[in-house]
């Protein structure tokens, strides 16, 4: 089953550092003098990462419920990203320790991408890692740590961050190059936190020699990243996801099944104006974007339902076996019925067969008694036409002697007279 859902963004605003004052107010919408920006929730100055977190927690509900997660700050160098990401107390250090307050096993994977070349924060040998694409994205050999505590998972953090390329610009002297992922697997859902290096513009970092080169490469990815999201948002068919590393790997994240927060950091200094509204623009695209959330299921439950769907084909089939079974008694019943009309019909056939018989006897013996009769009375007829034959043919010779004898007498007296 799926939902649909938008990309979360929140936008914090960083603690004025130098006396200059602010721009931007901490409320849910954030206007200057032309623009006004929405999001789902604004975090001002005065805002600690305990309130950020807030934002975070559903996502984490729907992970601890199997569903993928992304969580990822993005903005200039120095808006406080890295603070409110991985600093001790952040967004990292929160959502882990909300994620062991029941016990459970994860796999850690914390890796950087720096002048596109995925590097091994837990092995520094590995320093050009390839992306493997199937279903998800997945990076070859990259090292996986399995942690079952908060202490361990913060030993694990400790050793990525200090092994990540970090570097001096005009807006931070501790800037980050590179993109932080740090990619937390439990059962088949993986939870993203990416803490983006800056989004700034190179003429304001003053950038020179091997750090313009960093920063091209680092405003090149991010500038795919903006192509990818914009694509997006505006529904376009074809979305850049393969034109750098940072997008293939958060394809799941962008428009695919996983939920996903961005978290827009920004500086309340005039001086930063341009980046800050530059950043809000970018939340405001990745909050038109529409992920559709699919539950990860583990293997176990994959069996469960397996055994499910098993039981329930096997009671289907019990079903329709006792319906067959009802039916062929139905059927059987039926039969009977026929067979005892057929019964009763082949009875009173056989009783009209034997009175037919009985009277086509009656009706023989009869003709024959008949026949009989007729005979002896035919020959009884026979008989006495022969009687009267023979006594006509008696009377007629008397008649002639009597004729002859009368004529002769006649004769007599005519000659005597």
Known sequence: MSTQAKISTVVRIRNQLEPELPFIFSEQEIESQRLTFAFDHVYGPASQSTDVFQSVIPLLEQF?????????????????????????????FQTVQYLFQT??????????????????LLDV???DLRLLETKTCVIENATNAVVTSHSEFNAVLSTSIKNRAVGCTNLNLQSSRSHLLIIITMNKQQLTLVDLAGSERVSKTQAQNNTLVQANSINSSLLVLGRVISALAHKEPFVPFRDSKLTRILRNSLGGSASSLVITCVSSLKEHIDESI????FAIRCGMVVNVLKRQITKSEKEDENVTVLKEENNSLKDANTQMKEELALKDAEIRDLRDINEAQDEKYQKLKHTYMQLTKEILHKNKERDAELKQAYQLIAAQQTRYDEEMKSISKNLLKLTQSGFATELEQDSDE
């Open 103 to 120: 016990p459970k096993e994860l796999q850690i994977q914390c890796v950087e991408i720096y002048n596109e070349q995925i590097r091994d």
């Open 64 to 92: 601890n419920a199997g569903f993928s997660a992304t969580i990822c700050a993005y903005g200039q160098s120095g808006s406080g990203k890295s603070f409110t990401m991985i600093e001790s107390g952040g967004i990292v």
């Open 125 to 127: 040998s590995k320093t």
């Open 278 to 281: 530059q950043s809000m623009r």
